[in-house]
């Protein structure tokens, strides 16, 4: 009884200092992401705001002097609906408190999905998302980000809603809401298209008539229309003025073929940073899923794929060019880690390509099924366009879909989730070190 009680006031501290620390990062203009503070994203942000104040809607939505990833749908609702929009200040305070909402939205989730688990737990690892540097840094500067984030994680909601009750008539309902939060979650962020995607698969392989399937195909079709138009408007998925300001990333509709085949080694890193401590929460003992993992020739087959992909790289790509002369941001967690370690540049190289091995390593230790390998994917897949690579485009997204989409399914007891706390909690606190001192 007295362990029990001990383990829910660590419990019940570890959530309270969780979102005090939200809080006090707020107060104090924390910047953990480097792309937060008054000369970072929201310089080009607020000159969208300006666009919108000052010209009629249409005009402002093609205009050319509209910069971003992303489409024009976060400053659309902002002009309709935020009082506080034209105040930065203000408007800064509403993206945080909206923000909020996301832990909530992962709390019904994993209720949902994990219905026998202590609510405490359930509790404690919802505000789990309050500790990434990038869902930090977008909610206090007023970043667009999180408005992205909370669609996708209101779909996943009603998504696991509408198949576990097809049979009820509000069954409608949660279809409609799945298919328009996850919808709105491109025009909020286009690297999120993996949750409309998801949502389809799902969907479309539920065991529901045939009009229903019918309808949510052409629910994403008309839905998808407006974005359509734009594409065919910019030439391209992002405004020309991006095109014009990255001539890397095949956001132009004849750059499709520009592929940065060595991003394929550094997302990898990113994403088997972030499913590392998730390897401790599976059913099964680490040790024991190692020694099975060995077992099977086809999962070492997998592993020799990942070592003729280092050399080639090693052959064919100047490591220096592309990450020393071609690259100053970005290339994600393992890449600063190499630059503060190392001086020599060959060094940097080893360590670069061991890492490459060591999380292609933890990916298929931890993916157990197709559905998860195809999910993964993608991220590979886009990682070939984008310039330059930044570990925001996978944060905290995959820890989302570790929580709420992937099949592998998680023991959560209170040491599994309290090292995960402890792996994000160290994560945040260097980020911050780093980009103060960057700055």
């Known amino acids: 009884m007295n362990k029990l009680i001990s383990k829910k006031n660590i419990t019940y501290i570890t959530f309270s200092l969780t979102i005090f620390s ?9 910047n953990s992401a480097g792309a937060g503070g008054y000369k970072g994203d929201i310089t080009w942000i607020l000159n969208n705001i300006e666009i919108f104040k000052n010209n009629k809607l249409k005009d402002a939505i093609l205009s050319d002097d509209l910069f971003g990833n992303r489409t024009p749908l976060v400053y659309i ?16 305070l509403t993206t945080f408190l909206i923000s ?40 206090y500067w007023a970043l667009n980000e999180n408005y992205g984030l909370i669609t996708s994680l209101i779909s996943l909601l009603f998504l696991n809603l509408y198949l576990e009750n097809i049979k009820i008539k509000q069954r409608g309902i949660f279809l409609f809401i799945t298919i328009l939060f996850s919808s709105l ?3 909020f962020d286009l690297k999120l298209l993996i949750v409309p995607m998801i949502c389809f698969f799902y969907l479309i392989n539920a065991r529901i008539e045939v009009k229903l399937k019918s309808y949510t195909f052409l629910m994403y079709l008309v839905l998808g229309l407006p974005y359509l138009f734009l594409i065919l408007e910019w030439n391209g998925i992002v405004p020309p003025k991006t095109q014009a300001a990255n001539v890397n990333t095949a ?17 990898s890193t990113i994403i088997g940073f972030y499913l590392f401590p998730f390897l401790f929460l599976k059913e099964k003992n680490f040790f024991e899923i190692i020694y099975n993992f060995f077992r099977v020739k086809w999962n070492i087959f997998i592993l020799m794929i990942s070592l003729v ?17 071609e690259y100053w941001i970005g290339l ?40 998860d390998f195809i999910i993964l994917s993608f991220f590979f897949i886009i990682s070939l366009l984008l310039w330059p690579l930044m570990q925001e485009y996978f944060d905290p997204i995959i820890v989302i879909l570790c929580l709420m989409i992937f099949k592998t399914r998680m023991k959560l007891d209170y040491y599994n989730i309290y090292f995960l706390f402890l792996y994000y909690g160290i994560f945040l ?9 960057l700055i």
Not at 106 to 112: A, S, T, V
Not at 429 to 437: L, P, Q
């Open 22 to 30: 939200f809080f006090l990062g707020f107060y104090y203009d924390e």
């Open 77 to 92: 609702i902002n002009n309709f609906l935020n009082p506080f929009f034209y105040e930065y200040e203000k408007y800064r």
């Open 100 to 139: 909020l909402f996301g832990p909530i939205f992962i709390y019904f989730c994993l209720k949902n999905r994990y219905p026998k688990t202590n609510k405490e737990l359930i509790v404690l690892l919802s505000s789990l998302i309050l500790l990434s540097p990038y869902y930090r840094t977008s909610a």
């Open 185 to 187: 979650s491109v025009y």
């Open 251 to 267: 956001t132009n509709l004849s750059r499709l073929g520009d592929l940065h085949i060595y991003h394929l080694g550094y997302v």
């Open 309 to 325: 992909y280092i050399l080639y790289v090693y052959l064919n790509i100047e490591f220096k060019s592309y990450t020393v002369d």
């Open 332 to 371: 994600g967690v393992v890449n600063k880690i190499a630059n503060i370690l190392f001086n020599d540049i060959d060094k940097k190289e080893i360590f670069t390509y061991l890492m490459f091995f060591l999380s292609w390593t933890v990916i298929c230790l931890y993916v157990e099924n197709l559905i």
């Open 429 to 437: 606190s260097i980020a911050n070190i780093y980009y103060k001192n």
